[in-house]
């Protein structure tokens, strides 16, 4: 049996959800110093922040494309080391986010066969 969540302290930030920003509640919080970082807010990529990224890459959740650019779109800003030692399934949370940002908003879904023009 595991122990019941607790819920968010009254005073915790409230997530930013929009279309350019999502939050990301940590299952393994990040130690920074004395500070315990328990959610990351991920923004959506401007073009210049892709520099020296593949698009492709970051789209297959590679982890070289996402240790580059995670540091660059989190907030607070994780450091690359941080990166490094996150918990696996956080790591592909924000990959997954990043992914829906690289998409236009009226994107097909995967599967939908595709439209035609006449």
Known sequence: MSDPVAPPPADAPAPLDTDRMRTVTLDAPIR?????????????????????????????????ALRRILPRVTIPNLLAVEVDAMDLGDLTEMGAILGDFLLKRAAPAAGSPPRLTH
């Open 32 to 64: 920074r110093g004395d500070q315990v970082i328990t959610s990351v807010v991920v923004r959506k990529p401007d073009p210049g922040e892709l520099r020296g990224c593949s698009i492709v890459a970051l789209s297959q959740l590679e982890y070289d």
